[in-house]
Every structure is written in structure tokens, then in C-alpha cells.
């Protein structure tokens, strides 16, 4: 996964990567995995100065394109 997309690993949940989708637009994703108490899971954060760069609408399809790139 992380050949494919400018990604480096960080220690967060299960599996975690921060995405560099553009120049300081950075994506954190954050893979949980199942147990016997919860199905298995997926955040993606954005940094809160990406609200200064995009509008709502923007950043809703930025999270997608990278979804489908995972």
C-alpha cells in the first residue's frame, strides 16, 4: 500500500499511515482490526488547517480518492 501513495507509517491504532495527499495536506488513516467485540474499523483525520485550503465539499472528495487508493 504505502509504494503506491506518498505514506509513511506511524504508531497509531492497529495500522496507521499519515498520506501526503498535496505539498502540507497532510491525511492521517488509522485501521483497527476486528475482535470478539467490535467489527473492524477506519479513520481518516485531516489536519484542521486544511479547512483554510478547502471547502467541506473538496475535502469529502480528497478522503474518497484516497480510500479508493487503499
Same mark, same amino acid.
Given at each position: 500500500?504505502?509504494?503506491?501513495?506518498?505514506?509513511?507509517?506511524?504508531?497509531?491504532? @492497529?495500522?496507521?499511515?499519515?498520506? *501526503? #495527499?498535496?505539498?502540507?495536506?497532510?491525511?492521517? %488513516? !488509522?485501521?483497527?482490526?476486528? @475482535?470478539?467485540?467490535?467489527?473492524? *474499523? #477506519?479513520?481518516?483525520?485531516?489536519?484542521?488547517? %486544511? !479547512?483554510?485550503?478547502?471547502?467541506?465539499?473538496?475535502?469529502?472528495?480528497? #478522503?474518497?480518492?484516497?480510500?479508493?487508493?487503499?
Amino acid at each position: 500500500m504505502l509504494e503506491r501513495l506518498p505514506a509513511k507509517r506511524v504508531e497509531q491504532g @492497529d495500522i496507521g499511515i499519515v498520506v *501526503e #495527499a498535496f505539498a502540507k495536506v497532510p491525511a492521517m %488513516i !488509522t485501521l483497527w482490526r476486528k @475482535d470478539e467485540e467490535f467489527s473492524p *474499523e #477506519a479513520n481518516m483525520l485531516f489536519d484542521k488547517s %486544511i !479547512t483554510g485550503i478547502f471547502c467541506t465539499e473538496d475535502i469529502a472528495v480528497l #478522503a474518497n480518492i484516497i480510500a479508493i487508493q487503499l
